[in-house]
Each structure stands twice: as structure tokens, then as C-alpha cells.
């Protein structure tokens, strides 16, 4: 198993699967000859003669500008970008800006900002399906023209009882026969405006009675009366997302087109729309081909954009960057790295079959990538008070601790040793059960770093309660010393001086949902909700965290990895947010 993430190029190079294997099939066979593509949106045929970014393999990453990317999208990332790269090609980054009434321009930064974060450039490539609405208007009015589209008045319920079930064919509508020039004269009416929203659709006309419900004369465009976030109120009507993606795909010489699954009954009609544009002379051969491959399918998350939305309108979580939320932007405040996804994407690899990824999956390899980057550091999450009885008040000495096992050339740090100090509350118990190493009365255990001690007892409240545990150390078993081993124990823990430690919020994340899938067999998915997902606790942390900058990462020896938190820490006054543990806490 690789210890070393690989860049995008190299994700997409490591294992073959049969998208490659269809890619070089059609490099081998020559089918798409080095294009000459101007970077400028417009018809294929306009580009002859421009010499810019010739490419063989181009693809695209098509996102919506109407929510934040999530977990899915980083393999669809990786994947597109991947594979562009791996052959020479190019991958463009374009927004299909069909649908005016739920973009904004805050998802269109965030999505360029994830693509960044995650090691990708689109370089000059970037669209908007917007910048074709004029090319999309004339290929619609061109169907009409040509008999393979009408304009259809039906009501949008009166469309779904005549479209026909998948085991009864649809039935024709009253204006399916309708000659041309009537429903080019219609469609120019809703182009200007004259019509309200929903009294008519412009429909392609290709087969009612086909066993694929997608060729049942799809809706092609409709009426929408609202300011477009680029286009403003220039056009009033507006493409499906089904009618808009082919033609996107073939104005930009897309090649390989990738879609997850459940896009695969779409194919048909891709194809029969790119034929028919081709057909009329508005679009150049050789046509882009779409090719499906299965979705992510996490385990323990949700990602549908209806859920995720639903999660941050009703406060479940603090907003699209909760480090809970399966958002990138989630994700990368939780101390996810770009390089771990990376990692994701190559180890699960692309199929035609749906499956379920278990999300500890994802959490082994941000593990592994956070294991080489991480300086080690000390925090204790839940003190108690260690006394030494015998070392002399007032003194101090300072431990060496290396700042990462693996990596000596990061040198070692000093860790103040004082009189009283910080320990975990669990490691000390009065009455031990076997196997237990730790602090009880006549045991001896190791203060990593430092000396051996054995413990004498401790001090309780009126309640009963532990407040502070006394202990003995032998002077001549300092690490790193001729002594060190002269007394053997089982038991090291670690421990912050209790005056130099600096207190500090930390964040204790864990999964958002508690079944591995949320709202299986109808059930509400919030019903599902992890309760535990969040935990903020005052923790004590050695002295060097205290300069430790937003987005900064590192292992606390023994609790896992953790990252400054990018939204609310401040100078000299860092909040901690768990990335993930040393190991899956889940397993069963």
C-alpha cells in the first residue's frame, strides 16, 4: 500500500479500469485527432484555423452553482482531472447555470475554491453553460425548423398523465403535430416574454411509444421569469439541463463525457440531440460520447443535495463548512487534506456497479496522509492533577520530545517538566482491572519523555470525587539517560506541566449520522442523527500549540489528528477541531 498520495495525474494513472481502457481504445483508433480549439465558446466548426491547447482527451467537471461540492464530487474531481492529465489532455471547469432561481455566485466560488484546494487547474478552461444560451436559442429553433421539436400548451399535469408509464407507452398530445412555422412563431413569443411561466414548453419530438420514458418527446425549454446571476434579465426562458449538457459538451469538443449512473438512460437522447445538430451542419464530427460509471456511495453520510440543504436551513449543523457536514468545505475545516482524497479516489477505484464505501475508508487514508505531514504535539482532554511529592518546588527541566518519530530531521522540542502536571483522567484508577498499565497505588509507570514514578495515592473531594493523584519519581531513570531502563514498567503516559500548559477549546468531532445509512426504509434521516457527533471541551496543550496557525494539523500523541480551525482561531488563541482519531473507533 502506497504511504505516499498521489497527485491528480498519478490517481488517475495508478490502476487501470475500463474508462481508460475505452480512452485508449479510442486514442489507439485515432478517433479524436488533436483538435485545434480556440478556448472560446462557440460552434466546433468555428474553431478551425486557432491553435490553442490542441488536446486529444478532453473533459469536463459540469457541477450546478446551487449548493457547495460534497464528498462525491471530489471522486468525480479527481477522476475528470486525472484523467485529463494522465493523457496530455485538458479538463474544463464549467457551471451549468441552467436554472436562474437557485444560483448564486457564492457556490460558483466555493466550487472553484474545492477544485483548487483538491490540486486541480482548469487553466483557461473555465464556462458557463450561460455563455451558450444565444448557440442553445438557434439549435432549438433549428429542431423546430427541421420537424424535431414543438412547442406543446398542455398543462404540466395533463404532460405526466399523457407521457405513459414503464410498462404503457405514452399517448401524443394535441399540439405534437402542429405545422412549424406555428410553433416557431410560439417559441419566439416565449422568447420575448409574452407567455406566463409554465402555459407552454418546447418539447423534442422523438417517440412516445419508446420503452425508454427519457424519448418520450422530453421538454427541452421552458419559461422562467427570473434574473439570471450572469445573464441578468436578457432571456426569459431558459434550457433543460438535459437539453443544455450535450450541446456544452459538443462546443467545447468534449471527448468523454463522464456521468455517474443514473445518467445512462439519458445516453439516448445525448446522442439523438448531438446526431440531429450534427445532421443540420451546427455541430462537427467527431460528437462527444457520454460513458456512466457508479456514484459514491458513502456509508454514515448523506449526499443529497435536497438532505444537505434541509441539514443547514433547519441549524442541525452550523452552516456548509461544519466540520461534520460532508461538504468539501465541511471537510477541509475538519483537517481533511487534499492529498487524502486523492489517496480516496485511487483506492476505490471506478466501476459500472454501484456499492457502498465504508466511511472508514476515507478515514484511513486521510490517517495515512496526516501520519506523514502531522508534527507530533501533547494535549490532555480531560486533566487531572499529578503531584511528585519529592521533585522540589520550584524546578523546572525540560524534556526533549522529537516532533515526529518518522522524521528526525524535524529535530525534538522542548517540554517543560514542573512539580504538579496534567494527566488524562483515565490514567489513573484506584482499583485496576487486569491489563490496566497505568496509574494505581504501588504501581510505577513511565512519563514519556521523562522519568519513571510510582504512584502513592490521591486526594478526593468532599463528594468523593478525584482531585489530584500523588506519585514518587526515581531521580535516576530520566530518558534518554544510562538509568532510563534500570526499572522496567508496562505503562507510559503522557503529561503537560500544569504551569506552562495552555488551555484551549478543542473540538471533538465524530460522524454525523450514527447509521451507516441514514433514513434507509423510509425512515426520516434525521431520525438518524448522531448525538455525539460534537463535543467541545477545555483541553490543556503544551506550550508550542500556542502559536499554532488556522489550518495548521497535527497528531496529538494518543488522540488522533487535529487542525487549527480555520473560522475561529486567532492569534495566540488557537481552537482545535479533531480531524480524525489514531483508529476507527467504530469497529464493530
Known sequence: MSKNPKSGA?????????????????????????????????????????AADPAKVRTRFPPEPNGYLHLGHAKSICLNFGLAQHYGGACHLRFDDTNPEK??????????????????????????????????????????????????????????????????????????????????????????????DGTMVLRAKIDMASP??????????????????????????YPMYTFAHPIEDALENITHSLCTLEFADQRPFYDWLLGKLADGGLLARPLPQQIEFARLNLGHVVLSKRKLIQLVDEKHVSGW????????????RRGYTAEGFRLFAERIGVSKADSWIDYSVLEDCMREHLNEIAERRIAVLDPLKLIIDNYPEGRQEDCFAPNHPQKPELGKRAVPLTREL??????????????????????????RYGYVVECTGCDKDAAGNITAVHCQYLPETRSGTPGAESVKVKGNIHWLSAAQARAAEVRLYDRLFKAAHPGSGGRDFLLDLNPDSARNITAQLEPALATAKAGERFQFERHGYFVADSRDSSPGMPVFNRAVTLRDSWVK
Open 10 to 50: 498519478e490517481t488517475a494513472a495508478s490502476s487501470s479500469n475500463f474508462i481508460r481502457s475505452h480512452i485508449e481504445a479510442d486514442l489507439a483508433a485515432g478517433k479524436y485527432v488533436t483538435r485545434n480549439w480556440s478556448g472560446k465558446p462557440g460552434p466546433a466548426s468555428s474553431h478551425a484555423g486557432a
Open 103 to 196: 444560483e448564486e455566485q457564492e457556490y460558483v466560488d466555493s466550487i472553484r475554491d474545492a477544485v483548487q484546494w483538491l490540486g486541480f487547474d482548469w487553466g483557461a478552461n473555465g464556462y458557463f453553460a450561460s455563455d451558450y444560451f444565444g448557440f442553445m436559442y438557434e439549435a432549438a429553433e433549428y429542431l423546430i425548423t427541421s420537424g424535431n421539436a414543438y412547442v406543446d400548451e398542455q398543462s404540466a399535469e395533463q404532460m405526466r398523465a399523457s407521457r405513459g408509464t414503464l410498462t404503457e407507452p405514452g399517448k401524443p398530445g394535441p399540439w405534437r403535430e402542429r405545422p412549424a412555422a406555428e410553433s416557431l412563431g410560439r417559441f419566439r413569443e416565449m422568447r420575448e416574454g409574452k407567455h406566463a
Open 212 to 237: 425508454n420514458i427519457n424519448l418520450r418527446d422530453p421538454a427541452i425549454y421552458r419559461i422562467r421569469k427570473a434574473t439570471h446571476h450572469r445573464t441578468g434579465d436578457a432571456w426569459c426562458i
Open 321 to 332: 463548512d461544519d466540520p461534520r457536514l460532508p461538504t468539501l468545505a465541511g471537510a477541509r
Open 422 to 447: 496534567w494527566i488524562e483522567r483515565e490514567d489513573f484508577t484506584e482499583t485496576p482491572q487486569k491489563g490496566y498499565f497505568r496509574l494505581f497505588p504501588g504501581n510505577k509507570v513511565r512519563l
